[in-house]
T-cell receptor, first 115, second 114 residues
């Protein structure tokens, strides 16, 4: 039972254009959402997060949008750069910390930014 | 600063052999510790998590076990590896630091069972 879904296994964009990565979730108890970036043979690194009390969070070139009614979030990267090429994981949790804090991840989307 | 160490980076083991992967964290106390596996087409799957010494929660039934003998040490084990245990294993920790909770991954171990 996949509670966090990333339906696009891969995405290819041109340098300088916008990359939009999508994520859907089914568990209505999730209230905190994160995006991680992963290069091959490395652990994922935190990129950006959003709480369910917000619908948008921005950090430099990265913006995450949350649509709670649709149980959908997206990550926008503008402008895209070749160094952004990596696998992007969407993750969700109930709460943003605590003794039972754990993240549920999607399958990931491989982003390729072409020069 | 907090750091997480995970070793070895790569491992090739025959079917039926035992396994022991170790993860240690520094710079924090009483962290939550996690073992994840990234298998082909399955994303990052949570295998075990621990909220304290000797406390282990298993998320999925499998051929693996976990132990936490010390506050900052988390071990993933198997008595007899299966081909299906191949994958990329990631240790992670979360703890409160300066009022915020972080969730940080180690560099991972690529396990190939042959």
């Amino acid at each position: 039972d996949q509670q966090v879904k990333q339906n696009s296994p891969s995405l290819s964009v041109q340098e300088g254009r916008i990359s939009i990565l999508n994520c859907d979730y089914t568990n209505s108890m999730f209230d905190y959402f994160l995006w991680y970036k992963k290069y091959p043979a490395e652990g994922p690194t935190f990129l950006i997060s959003i709480s369910s009390i917000k619908d948008k969070n921005e950090d430099g070139r990265f913006t995450v949008f949350l649509n709670k009614s649709a149980k959908h979030l997206s990550l926008h990267i503008v402008p895209s750069q070749p160094g952004d090429s990596a696998v992007y994981f969407c993750a969700a949790s109930r709460g943003s910390g605590g003794s039972n804090y754990k993240l549920t991840f999607g399958k990931g989307t491989l982003l390729t930014v072409n020069p | 600063s907090q750091t997480i160490h995970q070793w070895p980076a790569t491992l090739v083991q025959p079917v039926g052999s035992p396994l022991s992967l170790e993860c240690t964290v520094e710079g924090t106390s009483n962290p939550n510790l996690y073992w994840y596996r990234q298998a082909a087409g399955r994303g990052l799957q949570l295998l075990f998590y621990s909220v304290g010494i000797g406390q282990i929660s298993s998320e999925v039934p499998q051929n693996l076990s976990a132990s936490r003998p010390q506050d900052r040490q988390f071990i993933l084990s198997s008595k007899k590896l299966l081909l299906s245990d191949s994958g990329f294993y990631l240790c992670a920790w979360s703890a409160r630091f300066r009022g915020l909770w972080g969730y940080t991954f180690g560099s991972g171990t690529r396990l190939t069972v042959v």
